[in-house]
């Protein structure tokens, strides 16, 4: 099993960067392909990013492609979510989690582990 705690959310205007950090401790950070998913208010959870394993293999969702960049560091026990050029659609919770699925996958579940999530605001 693994414990994630999400940081990094606030309050940026349209335009702006977040960096968001996902820290994992119990089994192996390793053994766990981790991905981001979103939430809005009176909204369905969905899918950011995903990365695998090893970190070689990253996937998007469509709305966040070009601005958005998930990356690992096994070595740490972290997985970040750089986003840039944030829009007011980008509001919402943010949340981390981590599947031990064998391919990328952006399924939510298909994660079984998740964090508590970190808001983040966009102000126009």
């Known amino acids: 099993q693994v414990q994630l705690v999400e940081s990094g959310g606030g309050l940026v205007q349209a335009g702006g960067s977040l960096r968001l950090s996902c820290a994992a401790s119990?089994?192996?950070?390793?053994?766990?392909?981790m991905g981001w998913f979103r939430q809005a208010p009176g909204k369905e959870r969905e899918f950011v990013a995903a990365i695998t394993r090893s970190g070689f293999s990253t996937r998007y969702a469509d709305s966040v492609k070009g601005r958005f960049t998930i990356y690992r560091d096994n070595a740490k026990n972290t997985v970040s979510l750089q986003m840039n050029s944030l829009k007011p659609e980008d509001t919402a919770v943010y949340y981390c989690?981590?599947?031990?699925?064998?391919?990328?996958?952006?399924?939510?579940?298909?994660?079984?582990?998740w964090g508590q999530g970190t808001q983040v605001t966009v102000s126009s």
């Open positions: 119990g089994r192996a950070f390793s053994s766990y392909g």
């Open positions: 989690a981590a599947s031990d699925a064998m391919v990328l996958t952006s399924a939510p579940n298909t994660y079984p582990f």
